[in-house]
C-alpha cells in the first residue's frame, strides 16, 4: 500500500482497524515471552494502538513507528500526553509516558534505532500489507531487531479471493516462509472470529480466523 493510502484513511476518520480495546490475546500470551520490565518493545505500524499503553502499564517502554501524524497526535492527546518532540534522520519523534512514536516510513528505520528492543508486537502490520511487501516488510525492517528479541504475532486467515485486502490474510506457510530463516516461530492459539466481525461476513467472506505466533529471533 502507498503511503497516501494510510494518510487518506486517518485524514478522512476512515479507521475501521482500529479497535476500541486491548487487544485480549495480547493480554494472555504477552506474558509467556517473559520480558523483564524495563524492556523495550517495538510496535511497527503502531497507529493510535490501545496496547502501547497497555505495555506500558506491564512495565515495558514502547518504541512505535507510524506514518500519519494524525494517528500519532491523537495517541498522546486521548491519554492526556504532552510529548517532547524531536527531529532526526528516521521521522519526527514524539516521546511522553514510557512511550515514543515516530512519525515516519517503517522501512526508514535500522539496526541502529531499535538496537534495544528485546521485544516485538505485531498486531496490525503484517496483515496490513500485500504479499510483496510483506517480504519486503519482514526482509528488512525484522532484519534490524537483535538477537533474542521475542515477539507476539497476530494475523488473520479468511479465503483471500472473497474479499479485498487490507487487512489481508496471512495464512501459515507464509508466516514460516517470511520468518523462519532467522526467527523461531511457535504457533499458540487460533480462533474462529467470523461470527464477531459483521463487516466480513457482509463481504461475502466465509471464513475467518485470528492466528497468535510467538516468535524469537536467533
Not at 498522546?76 to 512514536?101: C, D, K, N, W
Request: proline letters at 6%; one cysteine or more.
Amino acid at each position: 500500500m502507498h503511503p497516501e493510502f494510510w494518510h487518506e484513511r486517518w485524514d478522512t476518520n476512515r479507521i475501521g482497524f482500529h479497535q476500541d480495546k486491548v487487544m485480549p490475546l495480547l493480554q494472555k500470551h504477552w506474558p509467556s515471552l517473559g520480558l523483564p520490565a524495563g524492556s523495550r518493545v517495538f510496535v511497527p505500524l503502531a497507529g493510535k494502538s490501545l496496547d502501547m499503553a497497555w505495555l506500558v502499564a506491564q512495565g515495558h517502554r514502547v518504541l512505535g513507528v507510524e506514518l500519519s501524524q494524525v494517528a500519532v497526535q491523537a495517541f498522546f492527546a486521548e491519554h492526556g500526553l504532552t510529548p517532547q518532540v524531536r527531529e532526526t534522520r528516521y521521522g519526527t519523534h514524539y516521546a511522553a509516558g514510557g512511550i515514543e512514536l515516530i512519525c515516519g516510513d517503517a522501512f526508514g528505520l535500522d539496526a541502529d534505532v531499535l538496537a534495544d528492543c528485546a521485544g516485538v508486537y505485531d498486531r496490525a502490520a503484517l496483515i496490513a500489507l500485500p504479499e510483496a511487501m510483506r517480504q519486503r516488510y519482514v526482509a528488512e525492517l525484522y532484519a534490524c531487531l537483535p538477537a533474542a528479541c521475542r515477539g507476539l504475532l497476530i494475523t488473520l486467515e479468511y479465503p483471500q479471493a472473497q474479499k479485498d485486502g487490507p487487512p489481508f490474510s496471512v495464512e501459515p506457510d507464509e508466516v514460516r516462509s517470511l520468518f523462519s530463516p532467522d526467527w523461531d516461530i511457535e504457533d499458540v492459539e487460533r480462533r474462529d472470529i467470523l461470527s464477531y466481525e459483521p463487516r466480513f461476513a457482509a463481504e461475502g467472506v466465509t471464513r475467518l480466523e485470528t492466528a497468535v505466533y510467538r516468535l524469537g529471533r536467533r
